[in-house]
C-alpha cells in the first residue's frame, strides 16, 4: 500500500527567511510522481510542483525546490524568500497508476 | 484556457435529500478525478473516470455515491438519501493524459444538516 507521511502538523516561518518542509512516502513502485499542492484558505488546491522518480535532478520552481531522496524516500519542499501569500496548507501527493495519495498536510504561516 | 469548474461552490442539503456535483475539466482532458476532504485531513481519492467509463471506483463507498461522465457534459457525482458523515468537500481534478499531473478545481462544500 501507499502511504504518505507529512510529519509537522503546523510550522511557521518570518518573511524572507526559508523553510523547509518534510515529506516521506512508502511505496513497492518504481515508477512513480510525487508532488506538492498548496491550499490556501480559499481552499483551491495548487500545484506547486512536481518531481518524476526517474530523475535524478530535484525540481525547481522560482522560489520552490525539492530535496528528492529516493532511497530514503524522502520529497521535502523548500520554500525561500517566504512571502506572507504563502500562508497555506500544504499537502505531498504520491502518485503512482492513477491514483494520488495525499498526506495529511503542514499548515505553514508565515510571520510579517 | 480555462481551469477545472466545479458547480455549486457550496451545497446545503438534508439527510435523505439527494446531493448532485458537477464538474467541467480542462479544455481537451478527458480524464476525471474525484476527491473527498474530510476537516483537517488530507485528500482521498474516490473515483477516476474517462469519457463515458468509470476505469476506478476503488475509493467510492458501494452505497449511495455513483459518478459520471457523459460524452458530452459536466462529470456528475451524485450522492443519494445523504448523511452528516458525507459532510465534506468534493474536489475534482482533471488531467490530459493518464498517468499526468491532475489540476484541481475549487471544491464543492456540501453540508448536510
Known amino acids: 500500500a501507499q502511504t504518505v507521511t507529512q510529519s509537522q502538523p503546523e510550522m511557521s516561518v518570518q518573511e524572507a527567511e526559508t523553510v523547509t518542509l518534510s515529506c516521506t512516502y512508502d511505496t513497492s513502485e518504481n515508477n512513480y510522481y510525487l508532488f506538492w499542492y498548496k491550499q490556501p484558505p480559499s481552499r483551491q488546491m495548487i500545484l506547486v510542483i512536481r518531481?518524476?522518480?526517474?530523475?535524478?535532478q530535484n525540481a525547481t520552481e522560482n522560489r520552490f525546490s525539492v530535496n528528492f531522496q529516493k532511497a530514503a524516500k524522502s520529497f521535502s519542499l523548500k520554500i525561500s524568500d517566504s512571502q506572507l501569500g504563502d500562508t497555506a496548507m500544504y499537502f505531498c501527493?504520491?502518485?503512482?497508476?492513477?491514483?494520488?495519495?495525499f498526506g495529511t498536510g503542514t499548515s505553514l504561516t508565515v510571520i510579517p | 484556457n480555462a481551469g477545472v469548474m466545479q458547480n455549486p461552490r457550496h451545497l446545503v442539503r438534508r439527510r435523505g435529500q439527494e446531493a448532485r456535483l458537477r464538474c467541467s475539466p480542462m479544455?481537451?482532458?478527458?480524464?476525471v478525478y474525484w476527491y473527498r476532504q474530510l476537516p483537517e485531513e488530507g485528500l482521498k481519492f474516490m473515483v477516476y473516470?474517462?469519457?463515458?467509463?468509470?476505469?476506478?471506483e476503488s475509493g467510492m463507498p458501494k452505497e449511495r455515491f455513483s459518478a459520471e461522465f457523459p460524452k458530452e457534459g459536466p462529470s456528475i457525482l451524485r450522492i443519494q438519501q445523504v448523511v452528516r458523515g458525507d459532510s465534506a468537500a468534493y474536489f475534482c481534478a482533471s488531467s490530459l493524459y493518464s498517468m499526468e499531473t491532475q489540476y484541481f478545481g475549487p471544491g464543492t462544500r456540501l453540508l448536510v444538516l
Open positions: 518531481q518524476e522518480a526517474y530523475k535524478q
Open positions: 501527493a504520491f502518485m503512482s497508476g492513477n491514483q494520488f495519495y
Open positions: 473516470l474517462q469519457k463515458e467509463n468509470i476505469i476506478d
Open positions: 479544455k481537451g482532458h478527458s480524464h
